[in-house]
């Protein structure tokens, strides 16, 4: 099992970025499909980038394309969420998960229930 900690949310204004990051340790696979989702109070839980950590693809929900980056440290073990840009609407408790099948990012990785390894979270708070 891997071990997920994120850190890096906070309040900022709209129109601000933060970067968060996700730090990995434990059983650490060589490769899997990681991934940023993000929960606001009464909303359902929605997948907001992930990225294959063998072959480095990326895939974004299209609310998020071109504001935010998903990349990777792996000297580190650590996922990072670039966020520019951003809106109100971008409020949320923000979690990163891994799924040791690699091959999630390329068919559901949007789906929660496909991750097995998930973090507390870190809140996000945008204001207008």
């Known amino acids: 099992q891997v071990q997920l900690v994120e850190s890096g949310g906070g309040s900022v204004q709209a129109g601000g970025s933060l970067n968060l990051s996700c730090a990995a340790s434990?059983?650490?696979?060589?490769?899997?499909?990681m991934g940023w989702f993000r929960q606001a109070p009464g909303k359902e839980r929605e997948g907001v980038a992930a990225i294959d950590t063998g072959g480095r693809s990326a895939n974004y929900r299209a609310s998020m394309k071109g504001r935010f980056t998903i990349s990777q440290d792996n000297a580190k073990n650590t996922l990072i969420l670039q966020m520019n840009s951003l809106k109100p609407e971008d409020s949320a408790m923000y979690y990163c998960?891994?799924?040791?099948?690699?091959?999630?990012?390329?068919?559901?990785?949007?789906?929660?229930?496909?991750?097995?390894?998930w973090g507390q979270g870190t809140q996000v708070t945008v204001s207008s």
């Open positions: 434990g059983h650490i696979y060589s490769r899997y499909c």
């Open positions: 998960a891994a799924a040791i099948e690699y091959a999630i990012c390329y068919y559901e990785p949007f789906s929660a229930a496909e991750y097995r390894d």
